[in-house]
């Protein structure tokens, strides 16, 4: 992987803010893993799950309901992703060590690997955010155009309008595709697959078959090749586009910066902390109901900085780093809602997709 070196601490921004927080939770009692609320929120999305998923395969129910309650299932299948795999992985979810990686396969079940995930998000993503050449969240295709260090293509153009279908279909490329070409190719994605130990090994086949089982085999017997087959697609549709425009909306949008590591090395003016905080947004901060389905993560910026601390606490956080930001001049980029962040994505997309990709002017308030 190329080498990236950030600048060191120019002040006490970083320190001060770490005191801050744990002064938090110190004065609060806290635990910065989950608690109670994350608890009884992972109870109520795996059973949905399980009943859903239980009522397709047992229940006679006309075919046009299987398929709808296929894309709830998707959208489910989204929720425990947001709010049970993503702290697991980050090893937020409980103080146990053991607890943290049970849950963490909960990304198997989504038929995908824990193991790969951690690598290439955790190591790689929160290290080295929006660097064009090694951040794989940002990785140049030639469908999409995400930054204005990427090549342009004239199918660019229209990628506002098709990003969608893109998004609906990613899912399906990942569990199909990308993870075996990850496992097999390594190194190639920042994937270490020589640092997985057997019992990853194992999770990695056994989970995958049990997986397609589930979902492919299983179904096939109750309902048909063709109806399996639409109702997978469908499930997918609904946890790729789910999936991929919450993670969008917090890096790529048009308030935030981008980097380009065009060579072996690259050094980043700015601290990793700073870094973090230029190329990451919040967004619908103050509605408690996309909170709770999202699992905090329109909290980004908060979790980039804090990664190992649940997204329980991130509200009371937020508070933390947005005055601490304004005490000593750093920029703190949010939007104030779901829908502006969206305009936003979509408005950065389609300028990417023009000749012309000067950034504009923007008040992020109005």
């Known amino acids: 992987m190329k080498k990236v070196q950030f600048s060191k601490p120019q002040g006490e921004f970083f320190s001060t803010l770490r005191k801050s927080v744990q002064n938090y939770f110190d004065e609060n009692q ?3 893993s989950g608690n109670w609320k994350l608890y009884l929120k992972t109870a109520i999305i795996i059973t949905t799950y399980v009943a859903i998923y239980l009522t397709i395969m047992l229940l006679p129910i006309p075919g046009y309901v299987a398929l709808l309650l296929s894309a709830l299932l998707g959208f489910v299948q989204a929720l425990v992703g947001f709010n049970i795999m993503h702290d697991a992985c980050h090893e937020a979810f409980s103080k ?6 049970f849950f ?3 990304m198997n079940a989504l038929g995908s690997d824990a193991f790969m995930w951690r690598q290439k998000h955790n190591l790689v ?4 955010t929006n660097i064009d050449g090694i951040d794989d969240d940002i990785s140049k295709t030639p469908f999409l155009r995400m930054s204005d260090t990427q090549p342009r293509y004239k199918a660019h153009r229209f990628q506002h309008i098709y990003l969608p279908f893109l998004y609906g279909i990613s899912t399906i490329y990942w569990v199909l595709v990308k993870d075996f070409e990850d496992y097999i190719l390594g190194s190639r994605f920042n994937v270490e697959v ?4 057997p019992i990853d090994h ?5 989970t995958r078959i049990i997986y397609f089982g ?3 085999v299983l179904p096939a017997f109750v309902w048909g090749i063709g109806w ?6 469908l499930m997918h549709m609904m946890l790729g586009l789910t999936m991929s425009f919450v993670f969008q909306l917090a890096h790529v949008v048009e308030n935030v910066e981008f980097e380009h590591c065009h060579s072996k090395e690259l050094i980043i003016e700015n601290e990793w902390a700073v870094h973090q905080l230029a190329t990451t947004s919040d967004f619908a901060v103050d509605n408690k109901v996309v909170s709770w389905f999202v699992g905090g993560l329109n909290y980004q910026v908060e979790h980039h900085l804090f990664p190992r601390i649940s997204h329980i606490h991130y509200p009371a956080i937020q508070k933390i780093v947005a005055k601490t930001c304004e005490e000593y001049g750093v920029d703190y980029y949010y939007y104030p809602s779901t829908r502006k962040a969206l305009a936003s994505h979509f408005r950065h997309m389609k300028r990417l997709g023009k000749k012309c990709v000067l950034k504009p002017q923007l008040n992020i308030e109005e």
């Open 202 to 206: 194992v999770m990695f086949w056994t």
């Open 104 to 106: 963490g396969l909960s």
């Open 30 to 32: 806290l635990e910065t």
């Open 96 to 101: 146990k060590k053991n607890v943290n990686y």
């Open 125 to 128: 993503h929160h290290t080295y």
């Open 194 to 197: 020589g640092r997985m130990k």
């Open 228 to 233: 399996t087959i639409l109702g997978f697609v």
């Open 214 to 216: 589930l979902y492919l």
